[in-house]
Structure formats: structure tokens, C-alpha cells
């Protein structure tokens, strides 16, 4: 079982730069996550899919923020244009279907991103 | 909504001596309740989960919760610490409204500290 594997590992450019985090869910698993770590504010949830369907994006801070799931196997989060403010450790997750909602999640080891 | 409390920022123990770390809840319906640990520049990795059935859950790494209903805690222990135990714990609760979901609710994290 290789995990849910995020890349790159770490990032770092420039504000106004485009920015693309890929993540790869374990095999089998419906469900994926992308969420945000800071000091500040903790762990968030940005976005979840179940079977590549978004089904709740509320935690997506703005416009410049965009998740797609085209695929069982892929997904990317994309900010453009990035900002210092976004600067953070972006985790994927993901967990099998189950009609009681009550997998665990299983997290990749992130993706630490500095904007400068 | 559903939510959980972490009360301590950090736990401080010495090695051997027994350790818990606090959780409570606040939900409407049966909880869902469940600890991560997450080791430095690691993703969070599940230790337990409390679904229905016994007030004492056993988990990985020889850690164990304790249910209770009428306070409303789900708090983490283990009988004797180890160095390796330090890191930081979350405590989460499957959110149920406005309908059932798998995204879960974290807490803010406890970091906890074993000094030899």
C-alpha cells in the first residue's frame, strides 16, 4: 500500500505565480480531501470529493483557489495568483466508501509551500 | 454543529508515567469521535476511532480512549509513555449537518512532550 502521495513535497515562488499541488488517493478510495495547516488558523478543510464529485467546497478561501478531481487517481489544487498569505502545509487525504461515513482518513505527507 | 475542544495547548510528561490527553464534544446525534497523531513533517495518521459499543477504545501504539457520554469527553491515554510519543494530537468529530458527510471536524491539536 504505497499511501496517498502528494508532490511536490515542498514549493517555493514567487506572489503571482501559478501554483499546481497534484495528489494521488490510495487505490479504491472514493473520498479525498485537500486541506490547509498554519499556526494561525490550524487545520482546515479547503474542499472534499466523493467518487470526483466536489461535494462541499465552502472551506475554499476565495477565487484564487481551485480544486479538480478529473479522475479516481488524481487530484490538483491550483492557486493563481498565489500570495504570501497562502503560505502554508497543504495536506491531501483520502478514505474508503462507506455508507456509515466512519473510514478513517489517510493523509499524504503534504506539500509545504512558501510564497514569497 | 458538531464540534470538539482540545482545553490544553501542550502536555508535558515524563517518561513511563501515564499520559492523557483531554478531548470534548459537542454534536447532535451519536458521535463519531476519532485521535490522530501527526509526527513533525508528517501527515496525520489515525490511532483510534469510537463509533458505538464499549466506552473504552484500544488503538495503535498502545493507546486507548475513554468515551464518556455524560461529560461529553473522549479523552486519550496511555499507561506509560515513551519519548516517541511526542507529537501532536488531534482530536476529530464525523460532521453530520446538515446532512451525513465523511468530512470530520478537528480539534486544534495538543502537543504533547515526553521528556526522558
Known amino acids: 500500500d504505497a499511501g496517498v502521495i502528494q508532490s511536490p513535497r515542498h514549493e517555493v515562488t514567487e506572489m503571482g505565480q501559478e501554483v499546481t499541488l497534484r495528489c494521488k488517493p490510495i487505490?479504491?478510495?472514493?473520498?479525498l480531501f485537500w486541506y490547509r495547516q498554519t499556526m494561525m488558523r490550524g487545520l482546515e478543510l479547503l474542499i472534499y470529493?466523493?467518487?470526483?464529485?466536489?461535494?462541499?467546497d465552502s472551506g475554499m478561501p476565495e477565487d484564487r483557489f481551485s480544486a479538480k478531481m478529473p479522475n479516481a487517481s488524481f487530484s490538483t489544487l491550483k492557486i493563481q495568483p498565489s500570495e504570501p498569505r497562502d503560505s502554508a502545509v497543504y495536506f491531501c487525504?483520502?478514505?474508503?466508501?462507506?455508507?456509515?461515513?466512519?473510514?478513517?482518513?489517510?493523509f499524504g505527507d503534504g506539500t509545504r509551500l512558501s510564497i514569497l | 454543529a458538531q464540534s470538539v475542544a482540545q482545553p490544553e495547548d501542550q502536555v508535558n510528561v515524563a517518561e513511563g508515567n501515564p499520559l492523557t490527553v483531554k478531548c470534548t464534544y459537542s454534536?447532535?446525534?451519536?458521535?463519531?469521535l476519532f485521535w490522530y497523531v501527526q509526527y513533525p513533517n508528517r501527515g496525520l495518521q489515525f490511532l483510534l476511532k469510537?463509533?458505538?459499543?464499549?466506552?473504552l477504545v484500544k488503538g495503535s501504539y498502545g493507546f486507548e480512549a475513554e468515551f464518556n457520554k455524560s461529560q461529553t469527553s473522549f479523552h486519550l491515554k496511555k499507561p506509560s509513555a515513551l519519548v516517541s510519543d511526542s507529537a501532536l494530537y488531534f482530536c476529530?468529530?464525523?460532521?453530520?449537518?446538515?446532512?451525513?458527510?465523511?468530512?470530520?471536524?478537528f480539534g486544534t491539536g495538543t502537543r504533547l512532550q515526553v521528556f526522558p
Open positions: 487525504a483520502s478514505s474508503p466508501y462507506d455508507r456509515d461515513f466512519y473510514q478513517p482518513q489517510h
Open positions: 487505490s479504491g478510495h472514493n473520498s
Open positions: 470529493f466523493n467518487n470526483n464529485v466536489p461535494i462541499d
Open positions: 454534536v447532535s446525534g451519536n458521535p463519531y
Open positions: 469510537y463509533i458505538t459499543g464499549d466506552n
Open positions: 476529530a468529530v464525523r460532521d453530520r449537518a446538515p446532512y451525513n458527510t465523511d468530512k470530520l471536524i
